[in-house]
């Protein structure tokens, strides 16, 4: 009802705001309290407590000692500000929502609908089914795919999981580890381009700039982040000796791609419509939702095919899944709206700025235990907009590059769906597994452990994120590649063969010393050779080992 009475009364309203002062407080106070109880249903307590904290800020803001001190709020103007104006509830977080987000979410639904969770899988399997450890690497392509377009680690586990934890537990692996692999490849469905669960057309609004930087930014870590855990994948089955996927199970690649091959139109016209119509990204997502549509009415994979009834499903679903998306947007748009209105924003960005001007490593740290702590239990987007606005301003302020800024906390917060205590994408995992979840949760953590480095490594050099000379770029790229390869052995205990405790220690020290980029500090390179020669001398000393094994 209150919607429907601003959809006639709003221009007026916010207009003359100043003029009607009663009206505008009722209308704010009846959003805001509605909106409220919204959030504690859609998103639980957690958020709610955070959303509450910002409430009593607004009030008492001026009796908060130090830098943090801030201008409180009357009764009046608190509600119709963050009712009425467009920098409270009815701001850029949800405008960006409703016009982006939504769209994404009824692609990906008719995309699951239509059977394109099954080609993906298909078509992972036909790549990499006949590798040691094909399972795995199966869940991990799959789960990349599929989640790049699903808005939501847990929906992603979900809806691939129980196709790769069974096939995985198949091939040997135990069911913590494949319930690991499928949470942390699900969670990095999130990161990949071009969709990245939407964030990344938050992001360019956010930063003012073109979607297409965004992605071209994003594209090395996301690479990183899945090469990672591919090795690593790779590196378990070595370890426990798990064979390549039965020749039976593996579809032939020719008839994946000629059943399914509607599937990837919709990529293609998606991507076409940004790059070269440079379309916005709203529009693009139209044009790639309609090509799935008309060809999913006409097509059919493995009888699943689009039917006016199951079109009906998808919106129905999509609203559904946006309900808690929309809630959350209009509680970040309250959150920018009391920083804004009290001047908290400029508080806790000198604050921190305090603490990174003696170390932006402290800072990052900081940041990062903060990010994992306010991302628990969010989706992506929700994830993405709170961090954005409380946690970006200090890095940008001490220097560290926007993009990159904004990057970090999307990763670390991100990263919360697989740490430990509300890991609710390892947790998914699981159940589907019918493992302990919270084993599962610390092996996820092993398997991902690169995310919690790499955002380090992109604020430090920039390279990681497309910037600066094709040279730079390549080499930082690299040798990350390597340092993840060699450290991920000595963590898992397996290269060639089985490490010794002073062979994986080497490994990891060596691994770590490759992953620092050159320009970290003056002389980094040095450590950057070193950890080349430890790992170098580690490497030909092990294939000298199994040479003599199997000599023998």
Not at 153 to 160: D, G
């Amino acid at each position: 009802v209150i919607g429907a009475y601003l959809i006639y009364r709003y221009p007026e309203l916010l207009e003359n705001v100043a003029y009607m002062p009663i009206e505008a407080s009722i209308v704010g106070f009846i959003l805001v309290t509605l909106t409220t109880e919204a959030l504690c249903r859609t998103a639980g307590w957690g958020l709610c407590v955070v959303l509450f904290g910002f409430f009593a800020y607004a009030f008492l803001g001026d009796l908060v000692p130090g830098s943090l001190k801030g201008r409180a709020m009357a009764p009046e103007t608190f509600f119709s500000f963050l009712g009425i104006d467009t920098t409270g509830l009815l701001g850029i977080p949800l405008t960006i929502i409703t016009t982006v987000v939504i769209i994404f979410i009824f692609l990906g639904q008719v995309l699951l609908r239509s059977g394109g969770s099954e080609f993906f899988t298909d078509a992972a399997a036909a790549i990499m089914g006949r590798s040691r450890g094909g399972s795995a690497k199966i869940a991990v392509v799959a789960s990349g795919l599929f989640g790049s377009i699903s808005g939501s680690a847990v929906s992603n586990v979900a809806s691939t999981g129980v196709i790769t934890i069974p096939l995985m537990r198949q091939g040997g692996y135990t069911r913590p580890v494949a319930a690991a692999i499928e949470a942390v490849a699900s969670t990095g469905g999130q990161i990949m381009p071009p969709i990245m669960g939407a964030a990344a057309f938050l992001m360019a609004e956010l930063l003012e700039i073109r979607y297409q930087e965004v992605i071209v930014a994003a594209i090395l870590p996301a690479l990183l982040y899945y090469i990672a855990v591919f090795l690593q994948a790779d590196l378990e089955a070595g370890k426990t000796g798990i064979k390549p996927v039965p020749e039976d199970q593996i579809p032939p690649i020719l008839r994946v791609l000629k059943e399914g091959w509607y599937f990837i139109t919709p990529f293609a016209v998606l991507i076409s419509a940004l790059f070269y119509l440079n379309a916005p990204p709203e529009t693009a997502a139209l044009f790639g939702a309609a090509t799935i549509v008309v060809l999913g009415l006409i097509f059919s994979y493995k009888g699943k095919k689009l039917t006016l009834s199951i079109l009906v499903l998808c919106l129905r679903r999509t609203g559904e899944m946006s309900v808690d998306i929309l809630v959350i947007g209009a509680a970040a748009g309250m959150i920018i709206g009391i920083l804004d209105a009290t001047g908290l924003s400029f508080g806790l960005t000198f604050l921190l700025v305090q603490v990174g001007e003696g170390s932006l490593f402290i800072l990052l740290s900081l940041t990062a235990v903060i990010c994992i702590i306010l991302g628990m239990g969010m989706p992506t987007t929700a994830i993405y907009f709170l961090l954005a606005v409380l946690a970006t301003p200090p890095l940008i302020e001490l220097g560290v590059e926007p993009i990159a800024a904004h990057l970090f906390v999307l990763y670390f917060g991100l990263m919360s769906m697989i740490t430990p205590p509300v890991a609710l994408a390892a947790f998914t995992a699981a159940k589907l597994a019918e493992t302990n979840p919270m084993r599962t949760a610390v092996a996820a953590c092993r398997f991902g452990w690169p995310a919690f480095v790499v955002p380090f490594l992109f604020v430090i050099a920039p390279n990681l994120i497309m910037i600066g000379e094709p040279l730079d770029i390549a080499v930082v790229f690299v040798t990350a590649v390597d340092g993840i390869w060699f450290a991920s052995a000595g963590m898992t205990g397996f290269l060639q063969i089985s490490l010794s405790v002073l062979q994986r220690a080497g490994y990891i020290i060596g691994g770590l010393g490759l992953l620092l980029p050159s320009q970290s500090f003056d002389g980094a390179y040095l450590v950057e050779i070193a950890g080349g020669v430890i790992c170098g001398f580690i490497f030909l000393s092990e294939r000298a080992q199994k040479k003599a094994v199997l000599s023998h």
